[in-house]
């Protein structure tokens, strides 16, 4: 091994304990410590910055994938035609998901612009209550509010009529009454935007109530923004890749599975020993107890010692899942959590990964 390779594994292995430390101490330790050292106010930003440490793995995945079938496509190795057909679904669905979210991401952003408007309303009133000299008078702020939510009411309605003109032929007539009313309600707003002045903002409550019109103003233009959106080819490529093929072919797949299903659930319920026999028994309860057939098997009787009782399927079912289910349940789920401390603590003093070992490099005698 060399020295610049065993200085990494060194660094690696350094870099994973002091991490486990960390977050180890910061567990155990209380708020009022960790505040009095500095720590709570950087936790958020130092678990940030592992976050996306380890969102470099989704990178490096699709790097991987292209490197391998990719070398089989261009080489026209065995079941070449199989990776085609991966790599194009990665990219298209990547393209497709991209334009989405950039389509989406643009409705959100002209949207926000009058909600900014409407919280610097607020602003405003709350430095004229302070009485803060460091900023322009409340007269010069208020004009240049109503300035700009009158720009952003006539740009609102401009979109308005472009999106009537584009969206209408292509709308159900349920969400064309509902986009006829958003637009109407959106003219109605603001035309009272355009026909406020600055004296009629004089006192505090009438400037929060202007506020409140910026606000429900951007309320009702994001959801004329949302009906383009939904409308979009860009969500409606989406919809087709995502629920139309994905999901479709997930469904498809497991389907098939059930076939396995079955034919694993017959090999189990041979009854070979007693404890294949209580598993069998068990099934039938629970499965006959879920369907109406367990009408059938009904029946009322009384015990000396206990009393009236009946016997039915589906309260033998439910006891058998919340008793002796959940008691198994929680003893496989206990000894997960065991095995989950035990794999953790092998990460942290990094035992788990192969490749710190300097036994890797070893070689058998015959080996050259």
């Known amino acids: 091994m060399s020295s610049e390779e065993s200085y990494r594994r060194k660094l690696i292995r350094l870099v994973t304990f002091l991490a486990g430390v960390y977050f180890f101490v910061e567990f155990l330790l209380p708020e009022s410590i960790l505040k009095s050292i500095g720590v709570a106010d950087i936790h958020s930003d130092i678990s940030n910055g592992f976050i996306t440490v380890g969102t470099m793995a989704i990178g490096l995945g699709i790097i991987n994938l292209f490197r391998v079938h990719g070398t089989r496509v261009v080489f026209r190795r065995k079941d070449w035609f199989f990776s085609a057909v991966l790599l194009t679904g990665l990219i298209a669905m990547m393209a497709v998901t991209t334009a989405d979210w950039m389509v989406g991401r643009l409705s959100e952003t002209e949207n926000a612009e009058f909600r900014t408007l409407g919280l610097f309303a607020e602003v405003i009133v709350s430095d004229s209550s302070s009485e803060r000299s460091d900023v322009p008078e409340r007269s010069y702020r208020v004009d240049k509010l109503i300035e700009a939510a009158q720009e952003l009411g006539k740009k ?12 209408s032929p292509a709308l159900t007539e349920i969400t064309k009454k509902e986009f006829v009313d958003l637009s109407g309600q959106l003219g109605e707003r603001v035309g009272s935007i355009e026909s406020i002045s ?19 103003t951007g309320v009702t233009y994001g959801k004329l923004l949302k009906l383009e959106y939904d409308e979009s080819y860009s969500k409606k490529l989406y919809l087709f890749f995502f629920e139309g093929l994905f999901v479709a072919l997930g469904s498809a797949m497991f389907s098939l599975l059930g076939v396995y299903i079955a034919s694993a659930a017959y090999r189990a319920f041979r009854v070979k020993s007693i404890e294949s026999l209580l598993m069998m028994s068990t099934a039938i309860i629970v499965m006959l107890g879920q369907i109406p057939f367990h009408e059938y098997f009904r029946f009322d009787f009384v015990l000396p010692w206990v009393g009236p009782l009946t016997f039915e399927l589906p309260g033998i079912r439910q006891w058998l ?6 008691a198994a349940f929680r003893a496989i789920k206990i000894g997960a959590a065991i095995a989950g401390l035990v794999m953790a603590f092998r990460m942290w003093f990094s035992i ?14 015959g080996q050259k």
């Open 198 to 216: 600055s004296a009629e903002l004089s006192s505090d409550e009438a400037l929060l109530q202007f506020g409140k019109i910026l606000t429900n």
């Open 352 to 365: 788990e990964s192969e490749s710190f070992s300097p036994r890797d490099n070893i070689k058998t005698g």
């Open 321 to 326: 899942m919340e008793t002796p289910n959940t």
């Open 156 to 167: 609102s309605l401009a979109e308005s009529k472009r999106l009537t003109q584009e969206l």
